[in-house]
């Protein structure tokens, strides 16, 4: 409540403040007559586009003002072919990890294992084990690098947050079986292209991937073998939610429904005629009938009879239909983007645009960031680490392009939140309270002063190769006089007055609050 | 409302001067022969019947065809270790636990846990650091380690400071005063001089986070100087050359930093989820428990004379399920093994209700019952630790009656 009071104060203070930003600019306008005069940013409109994008840069907030909120808005659920810079799209073309499908390289693996294991024990054998396990590494840290540039750079910022969104929603974990070679193609061909779309598309992207169905053992499910750990997350975690009205007879159902789904880079099993017809392959996913079991089950009160792969398409048709689902989903968008206990009234909205739209993602949160809840003055959401990160470098870096991701993995992994790095599949936790404890505020401010002193090599070459730029970065930009400057808390400006140095002053400028929260 | 709390319980303590330093965090130095109290959580659900093994249970061996340890046989080197005529403990755990046992350092609740019935790591885990009666509306920032603490404090005890060993705060010690919290799996110097402290506080002074601030950068200095004296001592004694690494190292640190100044302390580690390829007396689990022993063992060392003031108890969310399944591994179960270390403890015993384990014996035909609450454990031993009265028990666990089995 007292925060609420001292932020509207503040915000009393700042709309001084921003009368006189304004009747400079007017001045300005008036000095260049040919110029078109931009209306200032409002403080609202900073926090809505920092909320949509990964925080602020000088192309989203031109596009913002070019375009006006809904445009923009519009832009961003349906974003067209993206346009990197020339320099980041000549890296993410040259990323071994983006080219190959999930198939390809399971099947190229396990070739690779076969000669490894046909090899006579010694030392050859061993550098030949530690080169596949070093290759694992590159294509996972490839992967890695692949979400960040494009977190960074990409102009379709709102698929960038709801691309992360949803593979800490559908959590894998890279140190798992052979994650390491999949995770590229998990994030590229189910997560990406399903980020804006339908929820179904997405649940059944997801459960068709070989990562998702080695990190949750459903590749073991097999008639007379149950292993039910897929079918309870894909409930509890990835639609239901643990109090959706599911049981533990459910669990086991939905186990016996994923009976046979699992992977295969080989060729196709010898099948009995009346199995082959039933036989599902797409890459190196398989329905493979003579593990399934045929037996009829009852899922959620309704049957389903047995069929094969159908069941599967049935079963999560069934359970992305129900209101439980909608709220759900609902409720986690709303906690990633307002806050840790978004109103009722804004998840029942957003629950009926999803359940009305048979699950459109990008509806759904067009209700949500179009909402009033949304729009309202806030206490401000907490940064979580990524956004954190990226923010700071999206702000301090702004228009120039870094060759060196490593520096970001680093950060991500001392705040705990790296990616594909949550070992357990509930995913890092949306709320404010995980990660704002004493411990991850002196670690952040470690951050802040890496990247304000700009000793952090974000500009070397990723083979090691020396920096081709050096130096701190200018954090007292156009951006910063634009979006930030004009609504700085008296703390922090008297924060600011006192550095001693242009490094110490971008250090206390990113370890401020203003760059705490969106 | 709740970070309204911490804000005026911080500047509460801060005003009334508990050991108010520098920027105003309280540093924190506990008097010597105090109890302590480490809580070591094991995320994922470790599986307890191939910890301490059932091995009178016939069904036992049926049930787990691929998976059962051996039973304790004098002949067997380095096999199972009877610890009575039922319970015989994993061969893993021998040399640290069993040392311990064999001191009367180690005791172990079998069929311990939660009355949580979800089978999910993250309800079950999520219900346990609460502690709040199972089947009410949740109060997500309540954590029962931080009860005691508040507990604790407004007894008067004013060195009961509490720390998480962890990257984020975990629920049990979420509450109205900000606990802090340090990983040290790695630690280093300290980034920031006097002066850029002060700043930097003085940044957030009145901003709800001002106390995670203040006391996250204190700390930050406080643990690199404790190192910095722990790793200066290893070097004099020439145990440098010994490469420490992992649980046992980050334990080694644990036990420095509650020996000079934390009372309460909370770790967590991961990985137990043993769906797949689980392994018996060697493979993935035994692997764990090594790992998780020989730190243990660290840890009692390297408190040296504070040991016998110590009490660590290791629990987990639920255990697994009896028989194995189709893959070599066990999947969620319900009631779990619970241990109970301490330099003073009464150990050398297994503590509790405990039942038959035969086919017709599980849980819902799958799992251990749950028999000695964890409530009512966690309260009786805290009960007996710090002399609580009836009314601070019921704060720590609503609704729960304290058990003592005489454990201490």
Not at chain 1, 124 to 143: C, M, P, V
Not at chain 1, 272 to 300: C, I, M, T
Not at chain 1, 403 to 415: G, Q
Not at chain 2, 51 to 73: C, G, K, N
Request: with cysteine; glycine share 8%; proline share 5%.
């Amino acid at each position: 409540m007292s925060r609420r009071r001292s932020q509207a104060i503040a915000r009393a203070r700042l709309l001084g403040t921003l009368a006189a930003l304004a009747a400079a600019l007017a001045l300005a306008a008036c000095a260049a007559p040919t110029a078109r005069p931009l209306t200032p940013l409002r403080q609202a409109d900073v926090l809505w586009l920092e909320r949509v994008d990964f925080g602020l840069d000088g192309h989203a907030v031109a596009e913002y003002r070019r375009l006006g909120r809904e445009q923009y808005l519009a832009q961003q659920l349906r974003p067209a072919v993206e346009e990197f810079p020339a320099l980041i799209a000549t890296q993410i073309q040259a990323l071994e990890a983006a080219q190959s499908e999930a198939a390809a390289r399971l099947s190229a693996l396990q070739e690779r294992r076969k000669a490894i294991n046909a090899m006579a024990e010694g030392p050859d054998k061993e550098q030949a084990r530690k080169a596949l396990n070093d290759a694992g590494n590159q294509l996972a840290y490839q992967a890695i690098r692949l979400q960040l540039l494009r977190a960074v750079y990409s102009p379709a910022q709102l698929r960038e947050q709801m691309t992360w969104f949803w593979l800490n929603h559908f959590s894998v974990f890279q140190y798992k079986g052979d994650l390491r070679w999949l995770l590229a193609d998990y994030e590229e061909h189910a997560i990406r292209p399903n980020a804006l779309g339908h929820f179904r598309d997405l649940v059944l992207a997801t459960l068709e991937q070989p990562a998702m169905l080695q990190y949750l053992d459903n590749n073991q499910n097999a008639a007379g073998h149950l292993n039910e750990n897929y079918a309870r997350e894909l409930m509890e975690l990835h639609t239901l939610g643990v109090d959706g009205g599911y049981t533990q007879q459910d669990v086991q159902q939905l186990a016996r429904v994923l009976t046979g789904v699992g992977i295969n880079a080989g060729a196709a099993p010898h099948l009995k005629p009346e199995w082959q017809r039933l036989y599902v392959r797409r890459g190196a996913f398989e329905f493979n009938p003579a593990r399934h079991d045929f037996s009829a089950k009852v899922l959620l009160g309704h049957r389903i009879s047995g069929n094969g792969f159908t069941e599967v398409e049935q079963a999560v048709t069934l359970i992305v239909q129900q209101k439980a689902c909608a709220r759900f989903i609902s409720r986690e968008l709303a906690t990633y983007f307002v806050g840790d206990a978004p109103p009722g009234r804004l998840v029942e909205a957003m629950a009926e645009t999803f359940q009305a739209t048979d699950g459109d993602i990008a509806a759904t949160l067009r209700t949500l960031f179009l909402s009033d809840e949304f729009a309202a003055p806030h206490a401000g959401k907490f940064k979580d680490p990524m956004r954190y990160v990226l923010s700071a470098v999206r702000l301090a870096y702004d228009g120039r392009t870094i060759t060196n991701t490593r520096p970001l993995l680093d950060w991500l992994n001392a705040l705990g939140e790296a990616p594909y790095g949550r070992q357990t599949p509930d995913g890092y936790p949306l709320v404010a309270a995980s990660w704002e404890s004493p411990g991850q505020m002196s670690r952040r401010f470690e951050i802040a002063r890496a990247i304000g002193t700009g000793n952090v090599h974000l500009f070397d070459a990723e083979d090691g190769g020396t920096a081709t730029v050096t130096g701190f970065p200018q954090l007292s930009n156009r951006l910063y006089y634009e979006a930030i400057e004009p609504f700085l808390a008296a703390n922090t400006r008297a924060a600011l007055d006192q550095a001693t140095s242009p490094q110490e002053w971008n250090t206390f400028l990113l370890a401020a609050p203003e760059m705490n929260y969106e | 409302m709740s970070r309204l709390l911490t804000r005026r319980r911080w500047l509460q303590l801060a005003a009334a001067g508990v050991a108010a330093l520098g920027c105003g965090v309280r540093l924190y130095a506990a008097p010597p022969n105090g109890p302590r109290f480490l809580l070591v959580f094991l995320r994922g659900g470790y599986d307890a019947t191939n910890t301490l093994i059932p091995y009178s249970s016939s069904f036992y061996y049926e049930a787990r065809p691929t998976l059962a340890i051996a039973r304790p046989d004098p002949a067997l080197e380095g096999g199972a270790l009877a610890l009575d005529p039922d319970w015989a403990l994993a061969p893993a755990l021998r040399a640290s636990i069993g040392a311990l046992y064999q001191q009367r350092q180690a005791a172990f609740v079998p069929f311990a846990g939660t009355q949580d019935l979800s089978r999910s790591h993250f309800e079950t885990q999520d219900s346990i650091e609460l502690g709040q009666p199972v089947g009410g509306t949740r109060d997500y920032r309540s954590g029962f380690l931080a009860r005691l603490h508040g507990v604790l404090t407004s007894q008067g005890s004013a060195a009961v400071a509490p720390i998480a060993f962890t990257d984020a705060l975990p629920l049990a010690f979420q509450g109205p005063d900000q606990i802090p919290n340090i990983s040290l799996k790695s630690v280093g110097k300290p980034p920031f001089d006097d002066r850029q402290v002060r700043i930097l506080t003085t940044m957030y002074a009145g901003h709800p986070l001002e106390p995670a601030v203040a006391s996250g950068l204190e700390l930050r200095r406080q643990v690199a100087q404790a190192m910095q004296a722990l790793s200066d001592e290893m070097n004099a004694s020439g145990r440098g050359a010994i490469s420490i690494k992992g649980f046992e190292l980050e334990a080694e640190r644990m036990a420095r930093l509650m020996r000079d100044s934390y009372r309460i302390g909370f770790v967590d580690i991961g990985g137990w989820d043993t769906h797949v390829n689980e392994g018996a007396a060697q493979g993935a689990l035994a692997a764990n428990l090594t790992g998780l022993g020989g730190g243990l063992a660290a840890f009692t060392q390297a408190l040296g004379s504070e040991w016998k003031n110590t009490v660590v108890v290791v629990v987990s969310e639920f255990g697994r399920t009896f028989r194995e399944n189709g893959d070599h591994g066990t999947d969620h179960g319900h009631g779990s093994v619970y241990w109970i270390l301490g330099g003073s403890i009464n150990g050398g015993r297994i503590a509790g209700e405990q039942q038959r384990l035969e086919r017709t014996d599980l849980f819902q035909d799958r799992d251990y019952p749950v028999l000695n609450d964890y409530r009512a454990l966690l309260g009786g031993l805290f009960r007996t630790l710090w002399g609580l009265t009836p009314a601070q028990c019921a704060t720590i666990f609503p609704q729960s009656a304290p058990r003592d089995l005489n454990l201490i």
